[in-house]
């Protein structure tokens, strides 16, 4: 599986941005995917994640819970994640992962495939 994010930028404290996430392979939706983050100097955190079984099962850190929504479209192979109310704090790269089965999406080494990561910037 390879990933592909895109969708970062340079916002002010407050504003929206949507990443997105592109997958290559025939069993995307067989795939728990997830959305983590790592700011300079700091540990990779998990922000979000969505597994597919039927319907989507989502997973978010309490940090952008309420703030964050990820997504999913199966047709196209594709996660989104919409952030909202961007806060400086939320400055970081984004990095979109997949993993094959997990029963604990929130731990990024439970994630066989890494996209190359989207840097975020929120300015105050």
């Known amino acids: 599986v390879q990933l592909q994010a895109s969708g970062g930028g340079l916002v002010q404290a407050g504003d929206s941005l949507r990443l997105s996430c592109a997958a290559s392979?025939?069993?995307?939706?067989?795939?728990?995917m997830g959305w983590f983050r790592q700011a300079p100097g700091k540990e990779r955190e998990f922000v979000a994640a969505?597994?597919?079984?039927?319907?989507?099962?989502?997973y978010y850190a309490d940090s952008v819970k309420g703030r964050f929504t990820i997504s999913r479209d199966n047709g196209k192979n594709m996660v989104y994640l919409q952030m909202n109310s961007l806060k400086p704090e939320d400055t970081a790269v984004y990095y979109c992962?997949?993993?094959?089965?997990?029963?604990?999406?929130?731990?990024?080494?439970?994630?066989?495939?890494w996209g190359q990561g989207t840097q975020v910037t929120v300015s105050s």
């Open positions: 969505i597994k597919w079984s039927g319907s989507s099962v989502t």
């Open positions: 392979g025939r069993t995307f939706s067989a795939y728990v």
């Open positions: 992962a997949a993993s094959i089965w997990t029963l604990t999406p929130t731990m990024s080494g439970n994630y066989d495939y």
